[in-house]
């Protein structure tokens, strides 16, 4: 079955450069959410889309934008890196089911390893 | 953790024995997921429990979840070395909150041949 995507896999940036992260989600699936998860930490929500518009915020820093396009393809911005952005970095994706997202279950890709040095 | 604990924090255990392990949350929740993650891999979905439901089976998984205590508990029966892993509690809290998944700090489970 398919699975969430994510790229790239693994990224290496200066301090103070950009990167961008991309996500694309199970075949019809309309939501997609973005996690940060830190050196031996939980994973902490950084922002969500249905339907292509953002439907939750969370722990996101300014210096970070996102946004969900047509193909329900989402990408992560992050500028002005710092080396606490170093992190894994998932993307998930929910299906679309009665009851709206928050009773469905959520699918996570394998992950970015961003290392900011 | 912003959700709350899980117990143990580490549990290591023979080859065939079960493994128990327990989360609580803090606020009102929609659904309770369970996922499994290898050092430093991806999430895995074991299994999803809504709030209305005490309890759930899936393979040699049984998860319980008692809302008037605010915690769940995941039971993995027949435990083999590929079931080694960390274990975290995802609950999603009702709407007012969002509709993220709140973690658990999770549970490194060993299980030695």
């Known amino acids: 079955a398919a699975g969430v995507i994510q790229s790239p896999r693994h990224l290496i940036k200066e301090k103070r450069e950009t990167a961008t992260l991309k996500c694309y989600p199970i075949p019809r699936h309309d939501t997609v959410y973005w996690y940060q998860q830190g050196p031996g930490q939980d994973p902490q929500f950084l922002i969500s889309?249905?339907?292509?518009?953002?439907?939750d915020k969370g722990s996101i820093p300014d210096r970070f934008s996102a946004q969900q396009f047509s193909d329900y393809h989402s990408e992560l911005n992050m500028s002005s890196l710092e080396l606490g952005d170093s992190a894994l970095y998932f993307c998930?994706?929910?299906?679309?089911?009665?009851?709206?997202?928050?009773?469905?279950?959520?699918?996570f890709g394998p992950g970015t390893r961003l290392t900011v040095l | 953790s912003q959700q709350g604990e899980e117990d143990p924090q580490a549990l290591s255990i023979q080859e065939g024995e079960n493994a128990t392990m327990n989360c609580s949350y803090k606020?009102?929740?929609?659904?309770l997921q369970w996922y499994r993650q290898n050092s430093g891999r991806g999430l895995v979905h074991l299994i999803l429990i809504r709030s209305n439901e005490r309890e759930k089976h899936s393979g040699r998984l049984r998860v319980t979840l008692d809302t008037s205590k605010k915690s769940s508990s995941l039971l993995i029966t027949a435990s083999r070395a590929a079931d080694t892993a960390s274990y975290f509690c995802a609950t999603t809290p009702t709407i007012e909150y969002g509709n993220k998944l709140v973690f658990g700090a999770g549970t490194i489970l060993r299980v030695k041949s």
């Open positions: 889309f249905y339907e292509k518009m953002q439907s």
């Open positions: 998930a994706s929910g299906p679309r089911l009665a009851g709206g997202p928050a009773y469905n279950e959520q699918f």
């Open positions: 606020t009102s929740i929609n659904n």
